[in-house]
């Protein structure tokens, strides 16, 4: 049982260049979310997902887009990437949402600069 | 914004000492949860408390919840060198997301 993995853990773009962060869970959770984690600013949540098939704006989604065709994957995508983007993005998923219970699983996070 | 806040940003004491984090909030909570972060690692769950509770316990870990005063502290006892980490209390309010706060960078001295 491996939880939640991440790839790749570090990756270094130019502005402008495109790239796909992927998330596995192996623990049957029907919710993910993608974090970013800034110096001072704590987690943000970019997206989220409830579900195969479903995704959702978290608070700061411009500039990703996100996608979860398949229950235990969920992919964060930046199309043109930005300085503003460098940072260390985490993912989570949860077994349940309801509203009592909201218990995340980190995955190790990837770090990420954009030149 | 950030829903919950953590006081202080940093703390330092000594192997054995006692160690406490304090989280305020702004919104009606569900829940609220405690979480670790070892340096360059994701986040590790610690401990939830829900909003009708006051008190819990969790090996050295006691968490307190004040509704009224929209708080919470998490408490480390006898702590350890390995205890260094961060500590992020996240909340979950009635309506939305687990939003987290920014952090207490706790180091424990051998």
């Known amino acids: 049982n491996a939880g939640v993995t991440q790839t790749p853990k570090f990756r270094v773009l130019k502005t402008g260049q495109s790239m796909t962060l992927l998330c596995a869970q192996d623990m049957n959770h029907e919710y993910m979310y993608w974090y970013r984690q800034d110096p001072g600013m704590g987690l943000r949540l970019i997206h989220y997902?409830?579900?195969?098939?479903?995704?959702a704006k978290g608070e700061v989604p411009d500039g990703y887009n996100v996608s979860r065709l398949k229950k235990q994957n969920f992919l964060l995508g930046l199309e043109s990437a930005a300085p503003s983007q460098t940072s260390v993005y985490f993912c989570a998923s949860s077994p349940v949402r309801t509203g009592t219970a909201d218990t995340q699983y980190f995955g190790p996070g990837t770090r990420l600069t954009v030149l | 914004s950030q829903q919950g806040e953590e006081d202080p940003q940093a703390l330092s004491i000594q192997e054995g000492e006692n160690a406490t984090m304090n989280c305020s909030y702004k919104?009606?909570?569900?829940?609220l949860q405690w979480y670790r972060q070892n340096s360059g690692r994701g986040l590790v769950h610690l401990i939830l408390i829900r909003s009708n509770e006051r008190e819990k316990h969790s090996g050295r870990l006691r968490v307190t919840l004040d509704t009224s005063k929209k708080s919470s502290s998490l408490l480390i006892t006898a702590s350890r060198a390995a205890d260094t980490a961060s500590y992020f209390c996240?909340?979950?309010?009635?309506?939305?997301?687990?939003?987290f706060g920014q952090g207490t960078i706790l180091t424990v001295h051998p």
């Open positions: 997902s409830v579900g195969e098939g479903t995704t």
């Open positions: 996240a909340t979950v309010p009635s309506y939305g997301k687990l939003t």
């Open positions: 919104t009606s909570i569900n829940n």
